[in-house]
């Protein structure tokens, strides 16, 4: 299974972003998927989650200014980020967790590779 993240850029304050992640593979089905970020310095944290149910999960930090999505059928997660400020800036990683996939049936977690977001003030 790989997680595929894109959609990161450079954007001035006030600005917006959309990121996207695809995961691929062999996949049955998976519980969560969501956003973490690690800003300079920081240490990685949760921004936002969503179940395969659609119940969701932010950071009190990005309420009202983020959303997620998720397409269950592609296997995808997006993160519309608006207003965005200095301090959101960081790596931006999707994950996937209770990934289970077939010919193993097994569950895992999986982590994409990061993409970097970079807000100017």
């Known amino acids: 299974v790989q997680l595929q993240a894109s959609g990161g850029g450079l954007v001035q304050a006030g600005g917006s972003l959309r990121l996207s992640c695809a995961a691929s593979?062999?996949?049955?089905?998976?519980?969560?998927m969501g956003w973490y970020r690690q800003g300079p310095g920081k240490q990685r944290e949760l921004v936002a989650t969503?179940?395969?149910?659609?119940?969701?999960s932010y950071a009190d930090s990005v309420k009202g200014r983020f959303t997620i999505s998720r397409d269950n059928a592609k296997n995808a997660v997006y993160l519309q980020m608006s207003s965005l400020k200095p301090e959101d800036t960081g790596v931006y990683y999707c994950?996937?967790?209770?990934?289970?996939?077939?010919?193993?049936?097994?569950?895992?977690?999986?982590w994409g590779q990061g993409t970097l977001v970079t807000v100017s003030s």
């Open positions: 994950k996937a967790d209770g990934v289970i996939t077939t010919g193993t049936w097994a569950q895992r977690n999986y």
């Open positions: 593979g062999s996949i049955f089905s998976i519980d969560d």
């Open positions: 969503m179940s395969r149910g659609f119940s969701i």
